[in-house]
């Protein structure tokens, strides 16, 4: 039972190592369901008050390195956020002075459509095409590095996401990993702390067993007067 536990923990972690590539929180939930899977096979198991022990402290370690993950998870999603909305604030700068070249274009030129003398209205036209179009040019080259830099920053808001849960990730694995194998040593020691009360009893018989036999009172003072009926009579 013990050794199917110890594989069913095992087993967990290494579909945890293999499957948790990280898509943007997908599968932030694996780790979850595989703690409750190793929980029921626990309490499916009926283990030992030792083994029992083991597994609560491997149970626990799993459940803090989780809420670890989530809060690694989290503060990636945050500094995402963070720096999606310094871009926008970047681009929003640049289209609102965009937008400020083409009202002024359009006031150039509703000025000069507004002449009715021929004259007047010709030379509205040439004296504000140069400045119209360097407005037109100006706004056109703005827009379309403001488009561009949609795109990279969110290619490099989306790597950089990417790669702080790809971390968090990995850190989660290894300490998954870390926390199988305390319990994995957990439970080989067991053995070792079955045997030492058994070695302690053993040794405690062994010694009482060589304790020398005590001698009664009756045997010490016994002695003596042996010793003087052997002696022979002399005049």
Do not use: H, W
């Amino acid at each position: 039972n013990m050794q199917l536990f110890t594989r069913v923990i095992l087993l967990a972690v290494t579909i945890f190592s293999v499957s948790a590539v990280p898509r943007f929180g997908e599968d932030i939930g694996l780790e979850e369901v595989l703690f409750r899977m190793v929980l029921g096979e626990a309490e499916g198991r009926g283990l030992t008050p030792a083994a029992q022990t083991c597994a609560n402290i491997y149970l626990n370690t799993t459940q803090k390195n989780g809420d670890k993950l989530a809060n690694a998870t989290n503060a990636c999603e945050e500094a995402a956020n963070r720096t999606n909305v310094a871009y926008t604030q970047t681009s929003n700068s640049t289209i609102n002075q965009i937008r400020l070249q083409l009202l002024t274009l359009e006031q150039n030129l509703q000025l000069c459509r507004n002449e009715t003398d021929s004259a007047i209205f010709l030379n509205c036209t040439v004296s504000t095409f140069d400045k119209n179009l360097q407005l037109l040019d100006t706004s056109n080259s703005q827009a379309y590095r403001a488009q561009s830099q949609f795109v990279s920053n969110a290619t490099q808001m989306n790597a950089e996401k990417s790669n702080c849960i790809s971390s968090a990730v990995s850190e989660a694995k290894v300490q998954s990993i870390q926390a199988a194998n305390d319990f994995n040593s957990c439970l080989d020691k067991i053995p070792a702390q079955r045997e030492v009360p058994q070695k302690m009893e053993q040794q405690l018989r062994e010694q009482q067993q060589e304790k020398p036999t005590q001698i009664t009172k009756e045997q010490v003072s016994a002695k003596p007067q042996l010793m003087f009926e052997d002696l022979p009579l002399t005049n």
